[in-house]
């Protein structure tokens, strides 16, 4: 499965985060989207940065949706002051509307560039 997304994060404080992420992706033969609203706790701040996550996932995009709870790990590593390779692991327990098991794991792999 392959899917393509978005996330914005904004710090809070130089450990914790708050993140919005939207992706959409396939399973099951069902295409659809997702919204999270995460939570970030950073346990490595040096250059190479490596956080858990955790937040609530809303599949579908629309009130009828299933939501459900996302838990993962990622890290990010720098190329540039503003530019970097982003990595995360992610279990998600939402399952959307006629599929047969949660989304499950997912491995997440990016470009980051700060402001």
């Known amino acids: 499965t392959i899917g393509f997304g978005a996330n914005i994060e904004y710090l809070f404080a130089s450990e914790m985060s708050g993140s919005l992420e939207y992706y959409s992706y396939t399973k099951d033969s069902f295409t659809t989207n997702a919204l999270d609203i995460n939570f970030r706790y950073y346990f490595v701040t040096g250059s190479t940065q490596v956080y858990g996550n955790a937040g609530l996932s809303n599949i579908g995009g629309d009130p009828d949706s299933t939501l459900g709870l996302n838990l993962g790990a990622g890290a990010i590593f720098p190329l540039a002051d503003s530019f970097g390779i982003t ?10 509307d006629g599929a047969q098991d949660p989304f499950g794991f997912g491995l997440k792999a990016g470009v980051m560039y700060s402001f």
Do not use: E, M, S, V
Not at 87 to 96: I, M, R, S, V
């Open 87 to 96: 990595t995360a692991l992610n279990y998600n327990l939402a399952k959307p």
